[in-house]
C-alpha cells in the first residue's frame, strides 16, 4: 500500500515562507508524477504545482507562478513545495498525490489522474 504522508504546514504572515514535505512509502516511487493540491473551504480542490518523475518537467497553476516551486529528491522518496510571498488566498489545505507515469517527462493536471494521496496540512497566511 503506498502512503503519502504531508508535513510542514503552519500559520505565518504575509509575505513569509513555508515548504511542504511530500513522504511517499513505496519502492517504485521514481515511476510516480507528484502533485501538489490545495483546497479551501467552498472551494474546488486546485492543482498548485506537479513535477514528473524525471524531474525535468514540472507545471504551476498561474497564480503562484514564481512563487512556489516543486521539487523532488528521489533519494529521500520525498517531493517538496517551496512556498514564497505567501498571501492571505494561499490559506488552504495543502495536498500532495503521486501517479503511475509511463513517461519520464509526463505530468497529470487532474485530480482523477492521482492514484494515491495524502491526508493534507494546513497552511494558514494572516495579513
Known amino acids: 500500500q503506498v502512503q503519502l504522508v504531508e508535513s510542514g504546514g503552519g500559520s505565518v504572515q504575509a509575505g513569509g515562507s513555508l515548504t511542504l514535505s511530500c513522504v511517499v512509502s513505496?519502492?517504485?516511487?521514481?515511476?510516480?508524477?507528484v502533485g501538489w493540491f490545495r483546497q479551501s473551504p467552498g472551494k474546488e480542490r486546485e492543482l498548485v504545482g506537479a513535477?514528473?518523475?524525471?524531474?525535468?518537467?514540472?507545471h504551476y497553476v498561474e497564480s503562484i507562478k514564481g512563487r512556489f516551486t516543486v521539487s523532488r529528491d528521489d533519494a529521500k522518496n520525498t517531493v517538496y513545495l517551496q512556498m514564497n510571498s505567501l498571501q492571505p488566498e494561499d490559506t488552504a489545505v495543502y495536498y500532495c498525490?503521486?501517479?503511475?507515469?509511463?513517461?519520464?517527462?509526463?505530468?497529470?493536471?487532474?485530480?482523477?489522474?492521482?492514484?494515491?494521496w495524502g491526508q493534507g496540512t494546513q497552511v494558514t497566511v494572516s495579513s
Open positions: 513535477i514528473s518523475r524525471s524531474g525535468g518537467n514540472t
Open positions: 498525490a503521486a501517479g503511475v507515469s509511463y513517461f519520464k517527462d509526463g505530468l497529470y493536471y487532474t485530480a482523477p489522474e492521482y492514484d494515491y
Open positions: 513505496s519502492r517504485t516511487f521514481n515511476t510516480y508524477v
